[in-house]
């Protein structure tokens, strides 16, 4: 009987996919890509086919994959993206309790959620809701955007506009459990 099957080989496929691009598109993706350094693939395909280069999207992705796997293109660190706020401060708020933190009293932890309401076009209230974890009491309030009445005032010191009562959580809106 011949075992010489299960003996262990390499499992490496055969073949490999070997570049079907020359060195000379390779140089043109990475002096665009060097000029546009925040740019990905699909706007560097435009950009190629301005220069009359026709290559698709997926080969141009493989060239820049292989240029960083080559260490000839290093990418910008990401530092301080406009438009995302995540990791630049430490919020002196909203800090998570420990897991083993004891709650006992009412008010000793509160859920807070925000939503966007929009009754009418052009017309947007920002929804506080206040969930007390041990009485299981709700405070919602609604303010707008923007309010002319309090323009100098302290955000600390104005008051709620709207729809400000306490209800037991027995009443739940919308069906939603909280």
Same mark, same amino acid.
């Given at each position: 009987?011949?075992?010489?099957?299960?003996?262990?080989?390499?499992?490496?496929?055969? %073949?490999?996919?070997?570049?079907?691009?020359?060195?000379?598109?390779?140089?043109?993706?990475?002096?665009?890509?060097?000029?546009? #350094? %925040?740019?990905?693939?699909?706007?560097?395909?435009?950009?190629?086919?301005?220069?009359?280069?026709?290559?698709?999207?997926?080969?141009?992705?493989?060239?820049?994959?292989?240029?960083?796997?080559?260490?000839?293109?290093?990418?910008?660190?990401?530092?301080?993206?406009?438009?995302?706020?995540?990791?630049?401060?430490?919020?002196?708020?909203?800090?998570?309790?420990?897991?083993?933190?004891?709650?006992?009293?009412?008010?000793?932890?509160?859920?807070?959620?925000?939503?966007?309401?929009?009754?009418?076009?052009?017309?947007?209230?920002?929804?506080?809701?206040?969930?007390?974890?041990?009485?299981?009491?709700?405070?919602?309030?609604?303010?707008?955007?923007?309010?002319?009445?309090?323009?100098?005032? #302290?955000?600390?010191?104005?008051?709620?506009?709207?729809?400000?009562? #306490?209800?037991?959580?027995?009443?739940?809106?919308?069906?939603?459990?909280?």
């Amino acid at each position: 009987m011949d075992l010489s099957s299960l003996e262990s080989g390499s499992h490496r496929p055969r %073949r490999c996919r070997r570049p079907t691009w020359s060195f000379l598109v390779e140089e043109k993706v990475l002096t665009l890509r060097l000029q546009f #350094p %925040r740019w990905g693939k699909d706007k560097l395909v435009v950009l190629l086919r301005n220069q009359n280069l026709r290559l698709s999207t997926s080969m141009v992705g493989r060239i820049l994959t292989h240029l960083k796997q080559q260490g000839r293109l290093v990418e910008a660190p990401r530092a301080g993206v406009k438009g995302s706020r995540r990791g630049l401060r430490v919020r002196p708020y909203a800090v998570r309790k420990p897991k083993q933190y004891a709650v006992s009293a009412p008010g000793d932890l509160v859920q807070v959620d925000t939503m966007d309401v929009r009754p009418v076009p052009g017309m947007v209230f920002k929804q506080f809701t206040a969930r007390d974890l041990v009485s299981r009491w709700d405070v919602v309030q609604a303010h707008p955007r923007y309010c002319p009445e309090c323009d100098g005032v #302290p955000r600390h010191a104005r008051s709620p506009h709207a729809l400000s009562h #306490p209800r037991p959580a027995g009443r739940r809106r919308f069906g939603v459990r909280g």
